[in-house]
């Protein structure tokens, strides 16, 4: 005859036994963690996330500045205010053409030149003697921690007419321009060397965003070109402490292994350095592109968009409209057209950089044949 013993069942506090969920340290960690992050998703909804929603819903009304966007006397218009910045073909749409024509200009040279100088600075730096690394991240990174509006002064001093600049460029025998009053373009002032004074009927007639393709190819202005210039002067240093603490995350024995190689410094920079510093580069370029598309302290000091609107960009052209014409719904439209164009412009340079698998051709240079595989040691055939 078998017997068979029942378990005593596990109650509440015995070995064993579940314990009930949010108790014990994970549920009292979990807690915590929720008591020091709700300040600052409190801070961020209020200041952040709510502004962003008011904004967006301006975009879409008639709001004119005065009492709360919210009240009755606020109606809402659609999509009249994209519209009156896209494809009305007024003033607004004019002036918003000209502006994306500007950053546009000024997005193509200032990336690519700050990208190249910081990633050259962080090779020189690294390559410095280990006393004098300490001085040149100092140096070069300097600039960038200076006030911006210091700076914009100090460079509308540097390039006025009577300027140090222009002093410099006469001791070569060459008349410096009038920076900030000229409205040239800097490709049609290349044209207009060679001849080419106006262009043909089909980009001096068609038009879009209501510029014409004409004034589309003028380039950045002289002006813009020297704010192109101080971006570059104030933005490389920080990007090169980026690209200089990822170098030092590279392995010496990579560059040794390609010196055996018979790699040459080049081929090596391009092949083994460059490569591993991908996430970097697109970190660079990601804050690049969002900075260089937001500009605006330089130009409300320094041009306030002039000379003939050469200088004029998306941000100041938003507060422009808001604060200065009270047309609050189109400087909305206007910042909200901004933030699509930097989505649009960083998931490109995010599917450009994107990690590729190797190609079918080239996985076969780097396979070993059987015949000429090497046999281990001890292997006696």
């Keep these: 005859m078998t017997t068979t013993a029942e378990a ?31 300040p600052v998703i409190v801070i961020l909804g209020v200041f952040l996330l709510l502004p962003v929603v008011m904004a967006l819903w301006v975009s879409f009304s008639d ?24 494809v009305d073909g007024g003033l607004p749409t004019r002036d918003f053409g000209l502006s994306l024509r500007n950053n546009g200009w000024y997005v193509v040279l200032v990336v690519p030149l700050q990208t190249i100088l910081a990633l050259s600075l962080a090779l020189l730096v690294s390559r410095a003697a280990t006393r ?113 603490a990822a170098l030092q995350n590279i392995g010496v024995e990579l560059g040794e292994a390609g010196m055996v190689d018979g790699a040459n410094a080049w081929q090596r920079f391009w092949h083994i350095t460059l490569p591993q510093l991908r996430p970097t580069l697109f970190t660079v370029l990601t804050l690049g592109l969002i900075s260089t598309w937001q500009v605006f302290d330089m130009i409300f000091v320094g041009s306030q968009g002039d000379p003939v609107k050469t200088t004029l960009t998306p941000a100041f052209l938003s507060y422009q409209a808001a604060f200065e014409n009270q047309r ?54």
């Design 63 to 86: 709001w004119r500045g005065r009492g709360s966007p919210l009240s009755g006397d606020v109606s809402f218009v659609g999509l009249d205010n994209y519209r009156a910045v896209t």
């Design 328 to 381: 609050w719904g189109i400087g909305a439209a206007i910042s909200f057209i901004l933030f699509l164009i930097i989505i649009a412009f960083t998931a490109f340079q995010r599917w450009v950089l994107r990690e590729r698998p190797v190609s079918k051709r080239r996985a076969r240079l780097y396979q070993v044949s059987p015949k000429t595989a090497v046999p281990p040691v001890g292997d006696a055939r």
């Design 132 to 244: 004098a690394v300490g001085f040149f991240r100092t140096a070069f990174y300097f600039p960038s921690i200076t006030s911006s509006v210091a700076i914009t002064v100090l460079w509308m001093f540097l390039f006025n007419v009577n300027g140090v600049v222009n002093a410099v460029l006469s001791w070569f025998s060459v008349n410096g321009p009038n920076w900030f009053r000229d409205p040239r373009g800097l490709v049609h002032i290349a044209l207009g060397a060679t001849g080419a004074n106006a262009g043909p009927d089909w980009m001096t007639q068609n038009r879009f965003l209501g510029v014409t393709w004409w004034e589309w190819s003028a380039g950045p202005s002289v002006a813009m070109f020297a704010f192109i210039l101080m971006a570059v002067f104030t933005t490389s240093g920080t990007f090169m402490l980026l690209f200089l």
């Design 8 to 38: 005593p069942a596990r109650g509440r506090g015995q070995p064993g036994s579940p314990r009930p969920r949010g108790t014990g340290i994970r549920g009292r960690e979990g807690l915590a963690g929720w008591v020091f992050v709700t």
